[in-house]
């Protein structure tokens, strides 16, 4: 209920008043049945632009740090992402990325669209970088398709660091599912897991125009922080 609460009374209006997002492609989204919305991640703003242009409810694996603040800030962000349906992951060790991957295939097999974040973490540059496996070890293990979404104009309306918002238009940008039933009981097969994932980003950049870098993000600002480092040393 506090979803659609958040979505149609709450936030939403304010939103649509505010950035005029526009949509392009949603008729690809199923009326029913699991699948994967798979989204380029420009700001921290795009979980809430995607499931308010989203006809269905989407399910996010969202971080287990949501969930573990302390303090009124801690309690607001565990009732808010708790209440709108979001699913808290542990992200630190291989075993939790399991048990992450397990969570995803459940909200799949129940029927319900789940949406994922393939690099993993926001672009810190508005490039788009290397997606990882885990969305393409639930596709198969799920048997759904992958919707490639491509948010729009996200990163210039609240890049990371930014608080408040530019007051500019969003956009939603569906594409063509993908389907990958042909790599049917392949889903231990890490070189499948790839290819399959690495189609889903060339997708993803397809649609979004953004500059492919084929690097994982969080390496990627693990350097820039290396360097800045080594330039204020």
Known sequence: MLYYFFKHVLI???LRVLFRPWTEG???????????????????SDSFFLPLMTRRRITFLAKAE?????????????????????????RSSGRASEAAIHTGVR??????LLGI????????????????????????????????????????????GRIR???LRVGVRFGQPLDF??????????????????????SLMRLSGQEYVDMYATKAKANRDRANAEASA
């Open 12 to 14: 939403g209006p304010w």
């Open 26 to 44: 949603m008729e690809v989204l199923p009326d029913r049945g699991g699948a994967i919305i798979a989204s380029n991640h420009l700001s921290f």
């Open 66 to 90: 949501y969930f573990t603040g302390k303090g009124i800030k801690g309690l607001l962000s565990r009732a808010f992402f708790a209440g709108v349906g979001q699913v808290p992951i542990d």
């Open 107 to 112: 909200v799949l097999d129940g029927g319900g």
């Open 117 to 160: 974040y393939p690099e993993g973490t926001r672009t810190a540059d508005g490039r788009l970088y290397r997606g990882r496996v885990g969305v393409a070890r639930m596709a198969l293990e799920a048997a759904v398709p992958v919707i490639p979404v491509a948010m729009m104009a996200t990163y210039e309306t609240q890049p990371p």
């Open 165 to 167: 918002p530019r007051l």
């Open 181 to 202: 039933r042909r790599y049917e009981g392949l889903e231990g097969d890490r070189f499948i897991l790839r290819s399959i994932t690495d189609e889903i980003m060339y």
